[in-house]
């Protein structure tokens, strides 16, 4: 049994006896089911902008043709109370089924995709094609000057291999944000 | 479905309508939605009443809805007619206002060609209604109407706008009827925790000073929930407060009434909300003009929130066990359970806090000082009250001063008699409220408490009235300035009073005989009560004008960032009784 003590400053104590966690900003990774209808991005985007909420990442694509049900992948960052608002917001939102919060469910398999080009000349270009190996990361297209590598991975290879091409000559890169999934048999 | 069986999308809103049980409908023509009024011209099943601005409409239609329980509905042209219901439609989502909005727009193939008349109001809309939809298939046009009445009346209610291109008007398609739709889209109620329901229960029990504060929520969830709340109370002789929006779910006469709290509340009520340490919060949402400063809201309770939309959960205000459902249901087994487990509360530290509440009480926060020579605005709705309570009576008020004295100083028996704006705070909302009162309602006395520079926000439906022979009656208390504006100016501006008067007023006598109306000015106290009388009895429109003492503050309040307990009670005001933290606050 917890003793009976308030959350907050209060009369009978000098400390502050608030949960600490209340004000914890954590990333959550959200994967929403919506109806795939005209405006439905907008208005979950909408949602985010409208009450000053967080997207660190959002990535959309139409996931179930005959149902014409797409996910929504949002990274946000809050405190869990607002985390547990966003959510509450978002299934209000008549074309929402489903928010499944990855980050309290479970574990969660997380990937991007990500695009770089690379212009370079000797040794920087030996060592770019050397680097990518080491990453895995695929050559998609070539010229006698660049490359275009395309890496999948979680955001932090994903950091990491840019962050290394820097010096290398990078000159642009594309990335598709996260998607992501429940590990294991059940489907989230 | 063959050729024959295909009307045109203009009759398919009609007669979707009409499957829907409508038969009023406010609005304003033009180009986009001529189709549609076209239709409407050929049949007799659905009235209109045209307004005189597009606000107006869904204000009116907020006050049908309100009234009566049912959906009010709007039609507006595309453009301009549309951009002018946002108010409405945010108004009515603020206090969770059932209406559907079928706006007209420009023919699908000049969307997006910045065309005559054309506004985005899906997007403009969006987030101003609980859902919207653009019509592009004639086809999908009744099911799309059902669903937006289906979306506006379930759950939590609120407004919805369909938008409907004249070419889709015009088009034939095949009819859809009311039970034929999938009704997948709706969310379920989630089943009542009941675990978290017996955990209430025993702590209901236990209460050594308990509150029920009640909300607009009861009144959306219907009798039933009235009578629970009604029987909750009876039961357990818990005192009870209700906001702003939630005034007459239990009866002003009740004896365990303490009055509305917040802001403007009474100071029994929002003592009693400070101190308790059991609150039952029912279908209220601990709004800002609720709780005044957060940390220190009822620092020592143990809350229990009932309310039908989860994400007014823990949004303001953490609480101890949140019971998720609407409101009815939720009290019915609340209070089934709690007869079973023997009716038990805790009688004997129950009559101590009722003691405590009674010397509250007499501290009697709504006085005022009265005045012989000049009326005094709490007076005057105090007169209003006593010749007009007996009537069949529903009520509607601008936003100001003049709101919270009726608040305060009007007694209501019974839910859907009381029609303000809360949420929004919507100057000009009263005059077509009433409207849409009177019209669901044609032979109660439906009276629209004012302030003159609210009221003018709205005048134009002087005109609506006379065409419809609307008896409403516009008592405005009328003090020349932004009443509630300039009060904040004295507290906390340093009585700067920056264009909070009401320069260039009409005559509103000679105004209301422009419209042929009657028109009645009082300034004399002793005159009041048979102006009054003249008003009530008169059978058609009246603007009544109350000149009243220019420079009264409404007492009691929370000054904002102050906790219940530092509420101000008169004119006694203290030094910086707000501080600069509470200055930012609105
Ligand atoms: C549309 C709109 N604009 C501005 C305000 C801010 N406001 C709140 S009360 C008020 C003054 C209202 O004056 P009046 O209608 O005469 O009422 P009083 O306070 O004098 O009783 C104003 C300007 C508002 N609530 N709504
Ligand atoms: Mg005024």
Redesign the pocket.
Known sequence: MSLKLKKGVNKQSAYNLRDPNLDYEAAHTLSIIVDNESGVLARVIGLFSGRGYNIDSLTVAEVDPDGQRSRITIVTTGTPKVINQIKAQLNRMVPVHEVIDLTIKGKAVQRELAIFKVVANGNQRVESLRLADVFRAKVVDSTLKSFTFELTGTSDKIDAFAELMAPLGLKEMARTGIVALLRGDNSS | MTQANKITGAEIVIKALIDQGVDTVFGYPGGAILPIYDELFQQKKIKHILVRHEQAATHAAEGYARSTGKIGVVFVTSGPGATNSVTGLTDALMDSVPIVVISGQVPTFMIGNDAFQEADTVGITRPCTKHNWLVKDTNKLAETIHKAFEVAGTGRPGPVLVDVPKDVQFASGCYTKKNEIKKNFIKKDPSIDLNMLDEAISRLELAERPIIYSGGGVINSGRSAVNSLRNLVAGTNFPITSTLMGLGCYPASGKNWLGMLGMHGTYEANMSMHDCDFMLCIGARFDDRITGRIDAFSPNSYKVHLDIDPSSINKNITVDAPLIGDVSQILSVLLARWKERGSKVNEKKLSAWWKSINNWKGVQSLGYENSSSVIKPQYAVQRLEELTKSYNRFVST?????QMWAAQFMGFEEPNRWMTSGGL????YGFPASIGIQIAHPTSLVINV??????L?NMQELGTAVQYQLPVKQFI?N?E?????RQWQELLHGERYSHSW?DALPDFVKLAEAYGIKGIRCEDPAMLDDNIREMIDYPGPVLFDCLVEKHENCFPMIPSGKAHNEMILGEQTEENSISDDGAVLV
């Open positions: 601008e936003v100001g001063q003049h705070g919507t100057m000009g004012a302030g003159e520079a609210s009221w926000m208390l003090n300035r932004l009443g509630m504006v009401s």
